[in-house]
C-alpha cells in the first residue's frame, strides 16, 4: 500500500501532472462563473463575490497550484481550497441527488455536475500533503465559508435549485454542519500534518 501511495504521489505532484490540473481547473472556474451569469444578473452587485460558490473554490485551488509551481505555498489560498473544494464538491452532489429524488430526473448536465464536483471533493482531499497552512489561515478561511452561509441562508443568495427552493431551511441547516465538517478536516490535516513522502520546505 506505501509503494502504491508513493507511486500514486510521484504523478500527483510531478510538475507536468500539476499543469494539467492547472489548466483543468482554470477551465472549470471560468465555466463555472459562465454557470452563474444568470443568477448574477438577478443579484444585487454586493452579494456577487458570494454567489458562485463552487468556481470560487476552485479558483482558490487554481492559486494553490500556481504557487507549488514556483516552489512556495500560498496558505491562506490552500486553507480556503481545502475546506470550500471539499464543501461545495460534496454540497452540489447531495443536491443533484436530492434533485433526482425530486423530480425522477437530471439529464447528462446534472450527471455531468455530480462527477465533476465530486472531483472536486477528491482533489482538495489528495494534495492534503501539499498544504502548509496554519491555524490562523484555517480561522479566516472559516470565517469565509461560515459567513458566505449566512449570506446564502439569511440574505437568500443560495445556488438556486428550483426543485429544492421548498426544502432551504433544511439545506441550509445541513450546509452549516458540512461546512463546520469541512473546517474539522482542515483543522486535521494541520495537526497531523501527514507528509511522509515531502520534507518541509
Request: charged share 10%.
Amino acid at each position: 500500500m506505501r509503494i502504491l501511495f508513493t507511486q500514486l504521489w510521484f504523478i500527483l505532484s510531478h510538475k507536468s501532472f500539476l499543469w494539467i490540473l492547472l489548466f483543468i481547473n482554470i477551465f472549470g472556474t471560468v465555466y463555472g462563473y459562465d454557470w452563474y451569469m444568470w443568477q448574477l444578473e438577478i443579484t444585487e452587485p454586493k452579494f456577487w463575490i458570494f454567489v458562485p460558490d463552487s468556481p470560487t473554490a476552485t479558483l482558490f485551488f487554481c492559486l494553490a497550484i500556481i504557487g507549488w509551481l514556483v516552489k512556495r505555498n500560498f496558505k491562506l489560498m490552500e486553507a480556503l481550497a481545502l475546506i470550500t473544494l471539499v464543501k461545495y464538491g460534496v454540497w452540489a452532489v447531495v443536491m443533484n441527488f436530492l434533485t433526482l429524488a425530486e423530480t425522477g430526473s437530471i439529464g447528462w448536465v446534472g450527471w455531468m455536475l455530480i462527477g465533476s464536483h465530486f472531483a472536486m471533493a477528491v482533489q482538495g482531499v489528495l494534495y492534503i500533503p501539499n498544504y502548509r497552512f496554519t491555524g490562523r489561515h484555517i480561522a479566516i478561511a472559516a470565517i469565509w465559508t461560515l459567513h458566505n452561509d449566512v449570506i446564502d441562508y439569511v440574505f437568500g443568495q443560495m445556488p438556486i435549485y428550483h426543485d429544492l427552493m421548498k426544502f432551504s431551511p433544511q439545506i441550509g441547516y445541513f450546509t452549516f454542519w458540512l461546512s463546520i465538517a469541512c473546517i474539522g478536516i482542515a483543522m486535521w490535516s494541520f495537526k497531523t500534518r501527514l507528509d511522509p513522502l515531502q520534507t518541509n520546505r
